[in-house]
């Protein structure tokens, strides 16, 4: 059974010069799907999550994990999952696959706060 993340925040490294850097931690819930809530919201380093994301079951290859960004929908005050999180082609780094938003991108999720 492959288990559901949603990143609800993130936090950048800063470079030398001031500027954001890549993602060095998000805040991600676990989206329990028959409940269809999200719980456990926790911190995970980038290289955490990239672990998370090669894990497979050795037998049928299937995925473990996946993750989605998430935002919050500020209508019905619910968690709205967003794009699907990749590996990059190089597998130290993770991104968002391409949408029609760039709301649900994470370069645009809020500061971690968790």
């Given at each position: ?14 470079r030398t010069d001031g500027s ?25 380093t980038r290289a955490q999550v ?65």
């Amino acid at each position: 059974m492959t288990t559901e993340f949603w990143i609800s925040h993130v936090d950048h490294e800063t470079r030398t010069d001031g500027s954001k850097g890549g993602i060095e931690r998000v805040c991600a819930w676990k989206h329990d799907v028959a409940a269809r809530k999200l719980t456990d919201k926790k911190s995970y380093t980038r290289a955490q999550v990239v672990a998370l994301l090669q894990a497979i079951d050795l037998g049928t290859r299937a995925r473990l994990n996946v993750f989605y960004t998430t935002t919050l929908n500020e209508t019905t005050s619910t968690w709205d999952r967003g794009a699907e999180v990749v590996l990059t082609r190089d597998g130290k780094y993770i991104t968002t696959t391409p949408t029609d938003t760039t709301r649900d991108n994470l370069d645009e999720l809020p500061k971690c706060d968790c």
